[in-house]
């Protein structure tokens, strides 16, 4: 529901990660393939991860998640995580998510803790806390690595 997509925006926004939405699976491929139409070089990555909602009109995720990875498999676009986000916790629901693609899980409603874990995972491979300035917390280096990494 829309509650969920807005606290997630609200979260990504919040440590300054961009984020764009789609209202359904069409759409999210159509903004997919959009993106990378007119990128700059083979080695340009404008998506670092997406979020899928599993349950969502016109067409669900696990259908536009098969289809955004027959495109990556074909090099039409890069590979890019994609991260099942539903309200179905049942062990055969995850199992699906993974059975049709997906990289990764987060339950809704999405937890700020599970989600800064998700980004480490996908889209910052090596933190250190080492690399921490004097006045930033672990959150704050994973959005400044994430925005160095877009550069």
Sequence with gaps: NSFNLN?????LKGINIESETANNGEEAIQKVLEKYKDKCCKDCELYSLIFMDCNMPVMDGYEATKILKE???????????????????????????????????????????ILLSLLKKWCVQSVSYTHLRAHET??????????????
């Design 7 to 11: 606290a997630l925006v609200k979260y």
């Design 71 to 113: 495109y990556m498999k074909s090099n039409l676009i890069p590979e890019i995580p994609i991260v099942a986000c539903t309200a179905y916790a049942f062990n055969y629901d995850v199992d699906k998510c993974f059975q049709m693609g997906m990289d990764g899980y987060i339950p809704k409603p999405v937890k700020r803790d």
């Design 138 to 151: 672990p959150e704050h280096l994973v959005c400044r690595l994430l925005l160095e990494k877009k550069k």
